[in-house]
């Protein structure tokens, strides 16, 4: 399935891939800043999210094809891919399929799924499946608006937080979640063997306010890749690249810089 994008700019092609709760538009501020700096940057919708419709012939869906296929559609090669949250699992989805096409990862905001879920994150999910099951849409919108935005987020952010993740849960209660295709990633020790076969240079980061889980799986997923310490990006919450875009560009360029001239 070919996804929905935005794109801008020229250069070093970098495909922002976003997290569950939001979809593409959460890069609207990121695509100028980047297009300026002589990168194409490149936003996705990931399937069942944004534009990017869930087949209703029941077909399970492969979101890391996907995003390889619409990279071969856009003749993008040589790509670096930028995922928060479960952005950052379908990029590390994508370069365990497709190693060769992939020179560099920036992950944010990410949590193994086999990780124990800490009361915080248990809470933040009870409090969403809760509000759905007694059809109150509202209130699912503000459990996870308060859940996945640090305190200090302002009222833009909020109401594009707001927007993006009451979109998804439209969408989820009309069509239901998509039944996934197996993970190339495996599970547990798969998992973990899988990502150490990885050589592209990563960065692995954090929102200085999220949950303990992603400081916790980030720090693992750094392990994994050789990446060196986590980077905590200042005054964000779990949805840092939305709620600190210049922070967050400047060092998605800053690691861009540090790469290999691009192959070709």
Request: hydrophobic share 45%; proline share 8%.
């Amino acid at each position: 399935m070919l996804l929905p994008h935005d794109e801008a700019g020229r250069g070093r092609p970098v495909v922002l891939l976003h997290a569950r709760p939001t979809d593409r538009t959460m890069w609207r501020a990121h695509l100028p800043l980047l297009a300026d700096a002589g990168v194409r940057a490149i936003a996705l919708d990931l399937p069942g999210h944004g534009d990017a419709r869930v087949p209703d012939d029941g077909r399970a869906v492969a979101p890391w094809t996907d995003v390889l296929d619409t990279l071969d559609h856009l003749g993008a090669e040589g790509v670096v891919l930028a995922g928060n949250s479960l952005g950052a699992l379908v990029a590390l989805q994508a370069a365990v399929t497709a190693p060769e096409r992939v020179e560099g990862l920036v992950l944010v905001g990410y949590r193994p799924h086999d990780q124990p879920a800490s009361p915080q994150l248990r809470a933040a999910w009870d409090a969403e499946r809760t509000a759905l099951a007694a059809g109150d849409l509202d209130a699912a919108v503000t459990a996870g608006v308060e859940a996945w935005t640090s305190p200090g987020a302002t009222g833009g952010v909020r109401a594009h937080a707001a927007r993006m993740l009451r979109a998804r849960l439209t969408q989820q209660l009309a069509h239901g979640e998509p039944t996934l295709a197996a993970d190339p990633l495996g599970e547990g020790g798969e998992g973990t063997a899988a990502l150490r076969t990885l050589t592209a240079p990563a960065l692995v980061g954090v929102g200085e306010h999220d949950m303990p889980d992603f400081f916790e799986g980030g720090e693992g997923l750094a392990r994994d890749l050789g990446a060196g310490r986590t980077v905590v990006i200042p005054a964000a919450g779990h949805l840092a690249p939305l709620e600190q875009p210049a922070a967050f560009c400047t060092l998605l360029l800053d690691f861009i810089r540090r790469l290999p001239e691009q192959r070709r």
